[in-house]
């Protein structure tokens, strides 16, 4: 940051980007810099109908202006240690992930029914508006439900088993109820735009899966299903990355992956973040209330277990650890 030139903050500061052209873009989701820098020029041709070539002139503007493409090893660094991480309620289940769930990457929950994916979201999207000190990032959250498994209540008892206002938790909660893969797709676009404004700390899709397998069932569509699937979580790990969000996936996977093995969206058999990078925590039944964490894959992780229990409060640590 030694450099002192300001940088431009308006898309209208960008070389080439009228207010007609800006008021194009906001229209569509590119309202910010960040959202214009992670762009394809495809997208923005044909938004504003420019020429490909001047896309992408503004698009590089954009990511200039943020400084994005190469970067110093110690820039790189910088970036590394704003990484922040939010608890999810059990010691157990956050020293598995390092600390707990993480800013700049996406997390996979992948598990079967009942595994837990949906409390540990609603946790997260209480956790994360906790002080840092007691595991929060003082952010609000995102929630995109795409199974209307979204249930305000839990919420409400989730906040009191921290002591906190549930009213004032639910405000920080932004639930946008998704109805297919290409409404789902477009309400992470549009996002974007809140991110910044509202504080946004988590972003949370819930199933990410559920509507690309509904959709693209059997052999035949199996490719384009992986792009489509693909395409959205590599928009949603730009976003973790650019606005230094955590963003919390959850992906139902059937009980027993032997016998789908060969299918390569593994929307059934394993997790979905191939080429992204995340952390992978796959979730099991134990008995009752218990269940167990494996974090699967990591780069830089030991692949170890963690037990923890759904409570009336939210996660917590199994009391009797086994
Ligand atoms: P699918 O979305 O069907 O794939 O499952 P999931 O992995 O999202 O499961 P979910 O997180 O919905 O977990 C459901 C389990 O959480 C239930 O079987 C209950 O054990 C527990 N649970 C859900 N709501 C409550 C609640 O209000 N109180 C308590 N104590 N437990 C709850
Ligand atoms: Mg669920």
Known sequence: MSEKQRKPKE??????????????????????????????????SSITGLSLSASQKIISAAREALELGFKTADELYEKRMRVARITTGSRNLDKLLGGGVETQIITEFYGEYGSGKTQICHQLCVNVQLPRDLGGLEGSAIYIDCEGTFRPERIVSMSRGLGLDPSKVLKNIIV???YNSDHQMLIVEHAKDIINEKNV??????????????????????????QKLNK??????????????????????????DVVFGDPTTAVGGHVLFHVP??????????????????VDSPYLPEDEAVFEITEDGIRDSVNKQ
Do not use: C, W
């Open 278 to 295: 995340g952390a992978r925590v796959f979730l099991r039944r134990l008995r009752g209330s218990k269940r167990i964490a494996k974090l």
């Open 11 to 44: 898309l209208t500061e960008l070389p080439g980007v009228s207010a007609v052209i800006a008021d194009k873009l906001a229209m569509a989701g590119f309202g910010t810099i960040e959202a214009l820098a992670v762009a394809l020029p495809q997208e923005i």
């Open 176 to 178: 946008a109820r998704a």
């Open 232 to 257: 959205h979580l590599h928009s949603l790990s730009r976003i973790a990355y650019t606005y230094e969000i955590a963003v919390v996936v959850t992906n139902q996977v059937m009980a027993k992956p």
């Open 201 to 226: 700390k988590l972003l949370v899709v819930d199933s990410v899966t559920g509507f690309f397998r509904a959709e693209y069932p059997g052999r035949e569509t199996l490719v384009m299903r992986q």
